[in-house]
Every structure is written in C-alpha cells, then in structure tokens.
C-alpha cells in the first residue's frame, strides 16, 4: 500500500500562488493514477484533479480549471499541485490519494487510505 505525506499548504491572499507536494512511498507509485482532492470546512471532501501513471492525461473539477496544474515526478515518487490565481473558495485542507473513476463518469474518487492533509487558507 502506498503511504502518502502531503506537504507545502500555508496563508496566502486572494490572487496568490502556492505548491503542494505529496511525497508517495511504496514501489507502485509510478504505476498508479493520482489526484488531489480537498475538504473546506464544513463541507464534504471533493476532487481537484487528477493525473495518470504516464502524465499523458490530466483531469480537473471545474472549478481550478485553468488555475490549478498537477504534475508528477515518479522518480521522485512525488505528485505536485500547483495553484495559482488562488481564490478564498480555494480554503480547505488539500489530500493526495490514489485515484480511481467515479461511477457514471461522475469525477473521481480517492482509492486508498487518507493522509493528514495540507491545510491552504486564502485570505486578505
């Protein structure tokens, strides 16, 4: 099983940037899909993104569209989320998990056990 440590989340103002890292350990690592997903207070958790073993394909909600990118680096066993354009809707606490479609093409879904997460505030 993969075990996931997310990292990079901090305070930043509307229109802001910030990196999240989310370090995998486990030898499947290069060959599984990953996302992203995050949970705003008082709100259930819901996708941000996703990405395939290979790069070749990305997938987003679209909400981040065009403001958020993921990336992966399977050598580093490392998937990142860049954000920028930053919006305080963006406030909630980011997890990386492995990822699998959703039923009825409805999104994705988180595949295996949940990491403590990196909180991102956006603020003025």
């Known amino acids: 099983q993969v075990q996931l440590v997310e990292s990079g989340g901090g305070s930043v103002q509307p229109g802001g940037s910030l990196r999240l890292s989310c370090a995998a350990s486990?030898?499947?690592?290069?060959?599984?899909?990953m996302g992203w997903f995050r949970q705003a207070p008082g709100k259930e958790r819901e996708f941000v993104a996703a990405?395939?073993?290979?790069?070749?394909?990305?997938y987003y909600t679209d909400s981040v569209k065009g403001r958020f990118t993921i990336s992966r680096d399977n050598a580093k066993s490392t998937v990142y989320l860049q954000m920028n354009s930053l919006k305080p809707e963006d406030t909630a606490v980011y997890y990386c998990?492995?990822?699998?479609?959703?039923?009825?093409?409805?999104?994705?879904?988180?595949?295996?056990?949940w990491g403590l997460g990196t909180l991102v505030t956006v603020s003025s």
């Open positions: 998990n492995t990822a699998r479609p959703a039923p009825y093409g409805l999104g994705w879904l988180g595949n295996g056990s």
């Open positions: 486990g030898r499947t690592f290069s060959t599984l899909t």
């Open positions: 990405i395939t073993w290979s790069s070749s394909s990305t």
